[in-house]
RNA sequence: CGGGACGUAGCGCAGCUUGGUAGCGCGCAUCGUUCGGGACGAUGAGGUCGCGGGUUCAAAUCCCGCCGUCCCGACCA
């Protein structure tokens, strides 16, 4: 490609309404632009990026057994009123009618429609499958952010496997693990991989791939020494046993005007620190009120009580709601002597005496209080959120907890999916059984974006050769230069007959222009042609990652690049 | 959905408080000089001031409504 042909619309100043580093260059480096919130037009660079991602992750599936379908991204709601999710995803389904007065959606996802497919699996002898498609998704994100990182429309290589059985399915559990590992390699990111909740989606197990970044929506707790990693929202850590005093002590009610936090109740007189005081959360797990109980300088982790409670939903209670349950208001509230009421209680606490929580009565609290002697527990359980440097419960080192983007996810979902919807086969006794599903998604502009937050400097992006537009750009300093266009052109033919994707800056530009905006748009070579090199038959070669530039003979440059980019 | 900010030329912004001429930088076009790290000079093109309504002799500017975009939060297989 020539440059001065092509349409490269490179920005100087960064847009305006740009913060994240991937949107912000994807954007200045003239790769997409955005047609409205969520909704980016891939401009040519953008999509040749596009086109390599998805093609690496095709050659990874294909090579653990994957065919490749299309479904359609256009669905009668009607299969989806059948599962309920146009009910449970409403909020994210676009939904619409079609010029007859059809019910429609444009697809969020497309387990329904594999599933109408695979209802044609009808025998143990034509398992195991591995299905897949790279499809656009719809979902009407209430809030669409961070450029291409969360958008409402983008592309997902979506995979679904059917097996006889659970060791069928972690075989290709693993397969998936595998080829995803080296999926996210390739597009040169350092995933990790992590234990995630499985939350309201069932099943028996899912792995989530992290990518650490600080426009990262996730949270991810990792140990460096032991290789622990799991998303916070199931994350487990150890802390130190707090020593309570010995002796006897009696529940005993004291007044704390004025106190409200737990940060209060350490400054007053006669309150205790932090960690000696029970923190009494009131929250609703879908429709039951319930107390929860930590330790006063943790804090709760919503997802872990979803998991342990085995509910959908969680929300804080109200202060109305609390007043009505307790008779007091925040900063004051307690669970001992309170009756009736499911009250969760963080392992945290376990044997701890002497403790100091809320009275139930507003300026009012109680110390002396035996966890397990003077509060009815109903349930005991890990609901604490993890901080970084607490303790690895595998091997005790600190943990480091950092934000990351979820850059892919597999699931085992066992029958949870095939019962309800009905995929079954007819085993080797004749019985119909449900077939063993897993399902498994990288978002493919995402990974074009995490791409960019991994690898780019204060100059621009940096590609991993092998997602890069083009490998090589050879830029003209002097296109006027009969010499130099002489030269430039023949590596430039010389390059494409080699195999190698070229960017030949052949624009009447300054050089200053045409080196900034070769390292604005990342690619990972550059050789440069100028009047002083031909002189002496060299031209200039420098590597876009490390700044290096070393002098070439003309004769020898097509061999070192074809070389480098193997 | 709650909170905040913003909307003026392709991009980045000023002008709005105190109503009257729509401006700057970059980019773009032509010419000239330049040419190894975002050149310089000259000339020029380009704007429904987000949309609708109101106040006024007069609205980018004041008032009302709406729409859109971003950020924080809620939400999110």
């Known amino acids: 490609m020539r440059w001065s042909q092509a349409f490269i619309p490179t920005l100087r100043d960064d847009p305006a309404d740009a913060e994240a580093v991937s949107h912000r260059l994807l954007v200045r480096a003239g790769y997409i632009r955005q047609l409205m919130s ?99 998704k719809f979902r009407d ?55 995630a909740s499985s939350g309201a989606m069932g099943g028996k197990e899912s792995v989530e791939f992290m990518v650490a970044s600080d426009v990262g929506e996730d949270e991810v707790a990792h140990c460096d020494a032991c290789g622990y990693a799991a998303n916070v929202e199931t994350a487990s850590s150890s802390v130190p046993d707090i020593e309570d005093p010995d002796g006897e002590f009696a529940v005993e009610r004291f007044p704390t005007p004025g106190v409200r936090t737990i940060a209060d109740l350490e400054g007053f007189a006669g309150g205790a620190l932090a960690d000696r005081q029970i923190k009494t959360l009131v929250y609703f797990l879908d429709d039951e009120i319930v107390l929860v109980l930590l330790r006063g300088d943790h804090g709760l982790q919503e997802q872990k009580l979803l998991d342990v409670t085995q509910t959908t939903r969680s929300r804080p209670a109200q202060s109305d709601e609390i007043m009505a349950l307790l008779g007091a208001e925040a900063g004051s509230l307690g669970a001992v ?48 959120a993890v901080v970084d440097g607490e303790h690895c419960v595998e091997c005790g080192n600190p943990l480091k907890v950092f934000t990351a983007i979820e850059v892919g996810h597999i699931f085992k979902l ?32 995402r990974n074009m974006a995490a791409s960019v937050e991994a ?25 006027d230069d009969e010499a130099s266009i002489e ?29 900034k905006d070769a390292e604005l748009i990342g690619v990972p070579f550059r050789i440069t042609v100028g009047p002083r090199g031909i002189d002496n038959g060299v031209v200039e070669f420098v590597t876009r990652k490390s700044g290096e530039s070393t002098e070439v003979a003309f004769d020898e440059i097509v061999s070192e690049v074809v070389r480098l980019l193997r």
Request: charged share 25%; net charge negative.
């Open 487 to 515: 030269v430039s052109e023949k590596l430039y033919s010389e390059l494409i007959e080699a195999g190698v994707e070229v960017l030949l800056d052949d624009r009447d530009e300054r050089p200053g222009v045409k080196f």
């Open 455 to 479: 690898n780019h400097d204060d100059k621009g992006i940096v590609w991993p050769a092998e997602i890069a537009p083009f490998h090589v750009v050879i830029t003209v300093l002097r296109p």
């Open 337 to 384: 002597g309170v009756d009736g009421v499911r009250v969760i209680a963080d392992e945290g606490l376990r044997g701890r005496r002497s403790m100091t929580t809320g009275a139930n009565e507003n300026d009012f609290h109680v110390r002396g209080v035996d966890v397990e002697r003077d509060i009815v527990i109903s349930q005991w359980a890990d609901v604490r």
């Open 38 to 136: 969520g909704i980016y037009s891939m401009l040519p660079l953008g999509q040749r990026v596009r086109a390599k991602v998805m093609n690496i992750i095709r050659e990874e599936i294909d090579a653990i057994g994957g065919q490749e379908f299309l479904l359609p991204q256009l669905h009668p709601k009607e299969i989806w009123d059948r599962t309920g999710r146009s009910e449970t995803m409403s909020d994210i389904m676009m939904s619409f009618e079609d010029n007859k007065g059809a019910a429609v959606v444009l697809g969020p996802t497309h387990e329904e429609i594999f599933a109408t497919v695979s209802s044609e699996l009808n025998s143990y002898k034509q398992l195991p499958q591995l299905w897949y498609h790279i499809q656009t």
């Open 414 to 445: 066992g029958t949870f999916y095939a019962e309800p919807l009905g995929v079954t086969v007819l085993d080797k006794d004749g019985k119909t059984v449900p077939v063993v599903m897993g399902s498994y998604g990288i978002g493919v502009e």
């Open 141 to 195: 994100e209430a809030r669409p952010k961070s450029g291409l990182l969360r958008v409402r429309e983008f592309t997902m290589k979506d995979s679904y496997t059917f097996d006889l059985d659970f060791d069928g399915l972690d075989i290709q559990f693993d397969r998936h693990y595998a080829a995803y590992v080296r999926i996210f390699e390739r597009l040169g990111m350092n995933a990790v991989a992590v234990a």
